[in-house]
Nanobody, 121 residues
């Protein structure tokens, strides 16, 4: 059974930083691309970023490019999202998700329970 457990969310002021983590189990982590997806209050899910299975290829939504960095540690089955220069519009429940293949694309499936990020002064 795929399990994805996110952590690292919290309340941060505009311009601040947070680092999200996601520990994966139940599948061969190093064989799959992984994504971060977020869901703002009252809105649908929005894909944020993805990384290929080997970590060499990354992709970002236009809204976060240049501010967020996705990375992974295959030895520890862990996915990260470093978020800098946070804005109030980044407020959302952030999920990590397992992609359907090894690529860092927007095609994702199973996701975790999420960690809340709130950007407010």
């Amino acid at each position: 059974e795929v399990q994805l457990v996110e952590s690292g969310g919290g309340l941060v002021q505009p311009g601040g930083s947070l680092r999200l983590s996601c520990v994966a189990s139940g599948f061969t982590f190093s064989s799959y691309g992984m994504s971060w997806v977020r869901q703002p209050p009252g809105k649908g899910p929005e894909w944020v970023s993805a990384v290929s299975s080997d970590g060499t290829s990354t992709n970002y939504a236009a809204s976060v490019k240049g501010r967020f960095t996705i990375s992974r540690e295959n030895t520890n089955n862990t996915l990260f999202l470093q978020m800098n220069s946070l804005k109030p519009e980044d407020t959302a429940l952030y999920f990590c998700a397992k992609n359907f293949n090894r690529y860092g694309t927007t095609s994702y499936g199973a996701r975790g329970q999420g960690t809340q990020v709130t950007v407010s002064s």
